[in-house]
């Protein structure tokens, strides 16, 4: 006699196992490329000059990963490797090139952040021409799911990045339990499609976007309820850095307007601003009523 249970079982593992498969796998490679940058910032003690070998070998596997993406004919197997390239691409773009470190013979690979980069607008361009790509078929399906995948983490850092500083904190557990509910349904949603899938390109690409759902339905279930002590932790510490950065470069245009002015290759009218600040000499109208 069959068993009802374990054909259940094994339908239920034909079905939707290759979707929560591939999902399950973002976050297992989350989870390592976690463990893989506390030696940069978030150990007691950081590791001086570990960038200079943990970037190197990101980008190595990135490259790989999206050129095997590039020409791979399989489409099932292209849209794995478009997956986990944008999955070695974030952190290798968006966070390790960019990340101030206070050691080490290159301390920041890049001075631009990309999380801050035009904040939403570049992000909204970039899902557009996404669009546009894919309906028109300009670029490989595999190509667009590594696009896909890169914008979505894009466009959940920059939320992460203005979560803590701008929602109110009563807010967070009301905005929390709304991302966890919506994306709670949308992950339903998507094991619905996976279980009609009949190909396993669409299988695999369901996985993908799975991996995006279920990564903001553990965030609205659990950190974002809560200010993030990463944040306080390293955005204070980078704030005051990018402050240093300025305070210099301030030093440094007004060593240069005292050159200028010395050396008679500028007059005092030549940096007024048109604008009143505290310190200004006041105007004759403003001194004659004084």
Same mark, same amino acid.
């Given at each position: 006699m069959a068993n009802p249970e374990g054909n259940l079982f094994s339908r239920i593992a034909n079905r939707i196992g290759r979707t929560v498969l591939v999902a399950l796998l973002g976050q297992v490679f989350f989870l390592v490329s976690v463990i893989t940058m506390i030696p940069l910032r978030m150990a007691k003690e950081p590791v001086v000059n570990y960038n200079l070998f943990y970037l190197p070998i990101l980008a190595l596997f990135f490259f790989a990963l999206f050129y095997r993406a590039c020409v791979e004919q399989d489409e099932a197997r292209g849209i794995l490797y478009g997956y986990f390239s944008a999955l070695v691409a974030w952190p290798l773009i968006g966070e390790v090139a960019s990340m101030p470190l206070d050691k080490g013979v290159v301390t920041q690979f890049s001075s631009i952040n990309i999380k801050l980069?035009? &904040?939403?607008?570049? %992000?909204?361009?970039?899902?557009?021409? #996404?669009?546009?790509?894919?309906?028109?078929? $300009?670029?490989?399906?595999?190509?667009?799911?590594?696009?896909? %995948?890169?914008?979505?983490? /894009?466009?959940? !850092?920059?939320?992460?990045?203005?979560?803590?500083?701008? +929602?109110?904190? !009563?807010?967070?557990? %009301?905005?929390?339990? /709304?991302? &966890?509910? %919506?994306?709670?349904? $949308?992950?339903? #949603?998507?094991? +619905? #499609?996976?279980?009609? $899938?009949?190909?396993? $390109?669409?299988?695999?690409?369901?996985?993908?976007?799975?991996?995006?759902?279920?990564?903001?339905?553990?965030?609205?279930?659990?950190?974002?309820?809560?200010?993030?002590?990463?944040?306080v932790k390293y955005e204070g510490a980078h704030l005051a850095h990018e402050i240093e950065e300025l305070q210099k470069e301030m030093e440094h245009l007004n060593f240069l307007r005292e050159y200028m002015l010395r050396e008679g290759l500028a007059t005092e009218a030549d940096f007024a601003t048109g604008k009143h600040t505290e310190n200004a000499p006041a105007t004759e109208p403003e001194a004659a009523q004084e």
């Open positions: 980069l035009g &904040a939403y607008f570049y %992000v909204v361009v970039g899902w557009i021409l #996404l669009k546009v790509m894919w309906r028109t078929g $300009a670029v490989k399906t595999s190509v667009c799911t590594f696009f896909l %995948v890169f914008l979505s983490i /894009w466009s959940f !850092e920059l939320y992460m990045d203005n979560y803590s500083s701008k +929602v109110p904190l !009563e807010l967070m557990p %009301v905005i929390a339990r /709304w991302v &966890a509910t %919506v994306f709670g349904l $949308a992950s339903i #949603l998507i094991l +619905v #499609l996976a279980w009609r $899938a009949t190909t396993t $390109a669409k299988k695999n690409l369901l996985g993908c976007i799975l991996y995006i759902t279920l990564s903001l339905v553990i965030m609205g279930s659990s950190q974002w309820k809560t200010p993030s002590k990463f944040y």
